[in-house]
């Protein structure tokens, strides 16, 4: 399965998905994807890539273990942060009225698959 599958399989098989974006820690996309074409979701993911750096630092110094997901809710839609690898996560934009439970199943669904991509 390609990356843009993925990710496209991630937004539309949500009401309420609005984009994905496959990122590497670095900032650099592998692959995105909007329902609408024209969202920015490659600056989502660069942006809250850097909030999953403070994360995983704090983490680190607590002693709490592994970032493995990152759920942000905000007035205009959520965002869901899911890590594939070390090196690699999925940032997943949903609208307020999506079934954020759902998504997280996708978004864990789609993380697995990325995951045997990157592997291979």
Do not use: C, W
Not at 22 to 40: C, F, H, V, W
Not at 108 to 115: D, E, F, N, Q, V
Request: charged fraction near 20%.
């Amino acid at each position: 399965m390609s990356f843009l599958e993925i990710v496209k399989e991630l937004v539309t098989g949500l009401p309420g998905g609005i984009a994905a974006t496959i990122m590497g820690m670095d900032g650099l996309p592998i692959q995105q994807y909007a329902a609408s074409g024209e969202y920015d979701v490659e600056t989502v993911g660069v942006e809250y890539g850097k909030v999953i750096d403070e994360i995983k630092h704090a983490s680190t110094l607590l002693n709490l273990g592994e970032v493995d997901e990152v759920m942000i809710n905000t007035m205009g839609a959520d965002v869901l942060l899911k890590m594939v690898t070390p090196e690699y996560y999925i940032a997943f934009v949903v609208n307020k009225s999506a079934n954020i439970g759902k998504a997280r199943y996708l978004i864990r669904k789609a993380s697995l698959k990325a995951g045997k991509e990157l592997s291979s």
